[in-house]
RNA sequence: CGCGGGGUGGAGCAGUCUGGCAGCUCGUGUGGCUCAUAACCACAAGGUCGGCGGUUCAAAUCCGCCCCCCGCAACCA
């Protein structure tokens, strides 16, 4: 199918409530959605929760849970965060839906079939208290923080997936830009880890997991969490498992496939770069047009943490800012790509200037000037508006730098009243006055299309207001 | 010698790849305006671009060394 697009967030681990980096994915996922949408393209944007593994074994077990229960309340969190926050998502999925189940044992056993999955060993360090591997970095002075015990070197049987082989045909496709991985920077980095590690075999079974996708040819086993969500990408646009599927993708569901862009945060970068394209490559799919990887949301230059109390909540800034302050919020807040920096204090005075004395000052002022003078915004909904350079802003994620782009007018026609005084003219000059009434109701009009994507309810208030004459408080002054 | 990111006026950032008067927003000061959400506009003050050295007619930008902060160290979203 031409003239589509199709985007990824990745779905989200449901062992906790969702927070505000995921309400950050989650917008830019939509602005990019509502985007290509208005620019006349079919889109579909996936979503979805990943709810499988031995955390959320343990977290539903200490709440006392079953975890089919557990995940079912958090996933319904999740679904919630995008309704608060305006999210318009046309699929999602969840790991735990019998038909993306039944998928992932399909591709473990073709993948198996085909010889990219053998039985061999996983070596680590397992924590007897906890009954599970652990990572080095989970470790306090070299031990298990929860248990005071120092894990041991244990070897144990394991299915493995083949990654020495296709490293170098990953590689190949990134340095080809057959896959584009972006920003540049993280393009770089991927590039010099690929080039200067080996990449291990990955173990993609777990035994002591019994919350999880069991493997088709040895049942002792579950599957490893990765595994099992990766293959979400296909699973929620319709994939049954079946490689013809692919044969015939213009007829099939399979129609949105490849990707556009897989959108995710930079933590998650390399596995993507790792273990889910050798998965594509291991089953002859296309892989996604481009990934891109956003940073991470620090507050006061931290991580956001219970011990620090520097987490600011996404409700909390939904009753202060509102829905669309909130999304401007975080999308201004910083290079979409790098790491931002937020603290309340700082958010509270840029809601101020730009949205309520800025956007909304000006809204505000220049339909008075028309209601106290008879003046008819005709407003031409014909006239579709393309801006090139503000296009290009988007298609190459530099959001924030996009939203800087729509407040320079903002600012501009600020100055443009000031400068002509039709609040003078109106008793003068009834001429000019209406051809400078009419260059700000076109620019408001701009204003409102551009901000289709990112602020959709103030798009369409900014509208309304001009249809109909009536002045409107689009942001009330924050506190 | 583990890998990477960052250090730019009071605050937050852009600019560094591809060298050319140091830019944006906020805040501050002074003045102006009254259509507007005490909003708006103009002007001004404020920077040895982390430090030292090198290349160059010219360095925030390229090269070398050093200091400080922050991530990551793949089976952890």
Known sequence: MKNKFYITTPIYYANAKPHIGHAYTSVAADILARWNNQQGKKTFLLMGTDEHGMKIQKKAEEKKKDPQQFVNEISEEFKGLCEKININYNGFIRTTDKKHEETVQKVLQLLYDRGFIYKGTYEGLYCVGCEQFKNESDLVDGKCPEHGIKPEKIKEESYLLKMKEVKSQILEKIKKQELEISPEKRRNEIISFLEKNELKDVSISRKNVSWG???????????????????????????????????????????????????????????????????????????????????????????????????????????????????????????????????????????????????????????????????????????????????????????????????????????????????????????????????????????????????????????????????????????
């Not at 039709?422 to 009419?438: A, G, H, Q, Y």
């Open 213 to 479: 996708v069991p493997l088709p040819f040895d049942k002792k086993y579950t599957a490893y969490v990765w595994i099992d969500a990766f293959l979400n990408y296909l699973t929620g646009i319709g994939w049954n498992g079946s490689i013809e599927q692919f044969a015939f993708s213009e007829l099939s569901e399979m129609k949105w496939w490849p990707p556009d862009i897989q959108l995710m945060g930079k933590d998650i970068l390399r596995v993507h770069a790792s273990i889910w394209l050798a998965i594509l490559i291991y089953l002859d799919i296309e892989l996604p047009k481009r990934i891109f990887a956003h940073g991470h949301i620090l507050s006061n230059g931290k991580k956001m943490s219970k011990t620090l109390g520097n987490i600011i909540g996404v409700d909390e800034m939904i009753r202060r800012f509102g829905v669309d302050g909130t999304r401007y919020l975080l999308i201004s807040a910083g290079t979409f790509g790098e790491d931002i920096d937020i603290t309340m204090e700082r958010m509270v005075e840029k809601y101020n200037s730009d949205l309520a004395n800025g956007l909304g000052n000006l809204v505000s002022r220049t339909i008075k000037l028309a209601s106290v003078s008879d003046f008819q915004f005709l407003i031409s909904n014909k006239l579709p508006i393309s801006d090139e350079k503000f296009s290009e802003k988007i298609e190459n994620l530099r959001l924030s730098e996009a939203l800087e782009y729509i407040w320079k007018v903002i600012r501009e026609d600020n100055k443009y009243i000031e400068d002509n005084k039709p609040w003078e003219l109106v008793k003068s000059d009834r001429k000019n006055f209406e051809k400078i009434m009419e260059k700000l109701a076109f620019d408001l009009f701009v204003i409102s299309e551009l901000l289709v994507p990112f602020m959709p309810e103030t798009s369409k208030r900014i509208k309304k207001a001009l249809e109909n004459n009536e002045s409107v408080i689009l942001f009330k002054k924050a506190e």
